[in-house]
T-cell receptor, first 115, second 112 residues
Framework: GAGVSQTPSNKVTEKGKYVELRCDPISGHTALYWYRQSLGQGPEFLIY????????DSGLPNDRFFAVRPEGSVSTLKIQRTERGDSAVYLCASSPSDRVGETQYFGPGTRLLVL | AQSVTQPDIHITVSEGASLELRCNYSYGATPYLFWYVQSPGQGLQLLLKYFSGDTLVQGIKGFEAEFKRSQSSFNLRKPSVHWSDAAEYFC??????????FGAGTTVTVRA
């Protein structure tokens, strides 16, 4: 079946601009996660959704970052007033539930470059 | 603080040779442990995971990992690597929640 998809695959923007990154989870998965992977590092947790609500946004670096999942499926990560330090690969993952140890299935990521 | 460490940034191995990737964790209690592989342009793919029980875990693509509580380690092994195993490998852990903490990754190069 279809895995997690993310669009766009690459995004180049200028400092100060607004960007939206989209994630389509695996059908039927209730839990959705966003991670950020900077060059040479492992992914870092940003935010977690169970259904439509953000159950944990403790990883968002500041208030320029925001994410929504209005219908409990597709999610959008929004970054306002982008900065060069926001350049990274943004990964989305989904899992059938948020049970402890549940496997998270990752998408290919969106590579964001802020000039 | 909870953390995962992969001491080796880059490993080069000959095709057909054995491979071992190291992973150490620092958690208050034994965490749930995972190994993922990331190929260029691909998402992270789960190779195997450990929760409890048998400390030797078998995964996909011929990989296995051994949990050693005394060493706080969860090393990944493969007896004979193939050129297609060239990728970046990440060890990850989670406590009693859903957040994965990843190591910095180990890049594996396979030479003919």
């Amino acid at each position: 079946g279809a895995g997690v998809s993310q669009t766009p695959s690459n995004k180049v923007t200028e400092k100060g601009k607004y960007v939206e990154l989209r994630c389509d989870p695996i059908s039927g998965h209730t839990a959705l996660y966003w991670y950020r992977q900077s060059l040479g590092q492992g992914p870092e947790f940003l935010i977690y959704f169970q259904g439509t609500g953000a159950a944990d946004d403790s990883g968002l670096p500041n208030d320029r970052f925001f994410a929504v999942r209005p219908e409990g499926s597709v999610s959008t990560l929004k970054i306002q007033r982008t900065e060069r330090g926001d350049s990274a690969v943004y990964l989305c993952a989904s899992s059938p539930s948020d049970r402890v140890g549940e496997t998270q299935y990752f998408g290919p990521g969106t590579r964001l470059l802020v000039l | 603080a909870q953390s995962v460490t992969q001491p080796d940034i880059h490993i080069t191995v000959s095709e057909g040779a054995s491979l071992e990737l190291r992973c150490n964790y620092s958690y208050g209690a034994t965490p749930y442990l995972f190994w993922y592989v990331q190929s260029p342009g691909q998402g992270l793919q789960l190779l195997l995971k450990y929760f409890s029980g048998d400390t030797l875990v078998q995964g996909i693509k011929g990989f296995e990992a051994e949990f050693k509580r005394s060493q706080s380690s969860f090393n990944l092994r493969k007896p004979s690597v193939h050129w297609s195993d060239a990728a970046e490998y990440f060890c990850a852990a989670s406590g009693y929640d859903y957040k994965l903490s990843f190591g910095a990754g180990t890049t594996v190069t396979v030479r003919a």
